[in-house]
């Protein structure tokens, strides 16, 4: 491990992380080999996500592998050997993430994905941090950024549902979800939706109501993996009244239970676009690269698209540990080759992705872009501690 940090000057290259889901069908934007989609196997579904930074284990039923969704970092070229990105951060602690994050979180607190569904989502919510708490489990706030290289097509709904129109009322939404075993809820119903830009993104706070476009989007999020489901069909396909409760305490599953799980004055914020949407605001831009942030104005974690031109190289220093992945375009990254993926196998490595320890970062990483033409992209995601986040909408 130690060995594998040191040859990497403090920068570890990440195994791919693909993730199956029961729900919903996959997008095939994720670059995975159209035969390998459904590899887990028929009754696990098909493969709608791949894991960035990952220190948790997906939450994916009795049949999920113990370390499904789990970042691994790879050792060698030469070989498949690897070691879970969480023992890493056990083994090296500080100097990996940093000590302000060892202090406060005893760990890496944040990862990201790509979620990739050929149909829209289910309205649903992740719990705030007092909701999930009663479970044992972490609170789940998450952005969104919808990057133009990975959305070659925009599936069957290009738009997502949040919160509720500012008059609807929960008498409304109880009587909405009280048909959740035996009628369509229709609880889009009382929703808003807003068309997807392509190159912008939102922050989703915990418990506000989402339902996600089908399209492919970046999502940088809290270390939890909990929800509560209030749509039960969704282009034809039926889920179980289960999601609707299933993480509520035993004893306290009531529907009126249900509807406490919802930040109201937010799912109800008659401005939340105004609140919620995030336009890119650039860091930084000269003839070398531009750099953006695409996630900020939230306490948990923040992202940056970073763009180095044709035939260009920078060193680009950031205030914090962070991992990254490169979409598009070819070059160096530190020591490493990065490449963005044109079309990967299950279980295949990959020289798309990576994690940044917090003295690297600070120090400065070179990247080259070493194509004539084509720009080198990458998305890059932070904890809650990356410096000089914009605090505020503009």
């Known amino acids: 491990m130690r060995e594998t940090f040191e040859k990497g000057a403090g920068i570890f290259r990440l195994f791919p992380a693909f993730v199956p889901r029961l729900f919903n069908k996959a997008g ?13 196997g028929m009754e696990r579904g098909s493969i709608t996500e791949r894991w960035f930074s990952s220190t948790i284990a997906a939450q994916n039923g009795p049949a999920a592998k113990a370390d499904e969704g789990l970042s691994y970092v790879c050792v060698d070229y030469a070989n498949d050997k690897k070691f879970a990105l969480r023992d890493a951060v056990k083994v090296l602690g500080a100097q990996l993430v940093g000590q302000e994050l060892m202090d406060k979180y005893n760990g890496w607190p944040m990862y990201s994905k790509f979620f990739d569904n050929e149909a829209p989502l289910f309205h ?12 044992g489990k972490l609170g789940k706030p998450e952005s969104y950024f919808f990057p133009k290289q990975m959305n070659n097509h925009t599936g069957e709904a290009d738009y997502t549902y949040f919160g509720f129109d500012p008059d609807v009322t929960k008498e409304e939404v ?21 068309r997807i830009q392509l190159g912008t993104g939102w922050y989703t706070p915990a418990g506000v109501i989402h339902a996600p476009a089908s399209v492919l989007t970046y999502e940088p999020q809290w270390n939890s993996d909990v ?26 599953k ?4 249900v509807i406490n799980l919802l930040d109201w004055d937010k799912n109800v914020d008659p401005h939340y676009r105004k ?8 860091e930084a831009e000269n003839e070398k690269y531009t750099s953006k942030w695409i996630v900020y104005a939230n306490p948990y974690f923040a992202a940056k698209e970073l763009t180095i031109n044709p035939g260009k190289s920078a060193q680009i220093k950031d205030g914090a540990a962070y991992g990254c992945i490169f979409i598009q375009g070819h070059g160096k990254f530190g020591v490493y080759d990065a490449e963005s993926a044109t079309l990967l196998h299950f279980g295949q490595q990959s020289s798309d992705e990576f994690f940044v320890s917090e003295k690297v970062s600070k120090n400065g990483v070179l990247v ?3 194509s004539k033409v084509e720009p080198l992209v990458m998305l890059k995601h932070f904890g809650p501690n990356c410096p000089n986040v914009p605090n505020e909408v503009k």
């Open 28 to 40: 095939k934007r994720l670059r995975l080999h159209p035969d390998d989609y459904f590899v887990f």
């Open 275 to 282: 609140h919620f949407f995030r336009e890119p605001i650039i």
């Open 254 to 257: 009531s529907l009126d239970d």
């Open 174 to 194: 109880k009587a909405r979800i009280a048909k959740f075993r035996d009628d369509d809820t229709r609880i889009t119903d009382l929703s808003r939706a807003y």
């Open 124 to 135: 649903h919510l992740h719990l705030r941090f007092e909701d999930a708490a009663r479970v």
């Open 227 to 252: 929800n509560s489901v209030f749509e039960n069909i969704v282009s034809g396909e039926v889920y179980p009244p289960n999601m609707l409760d299933e993480e509520l305490p035993v004893g306290r």
């Open 368 to 370: 080259t872009n070493l």
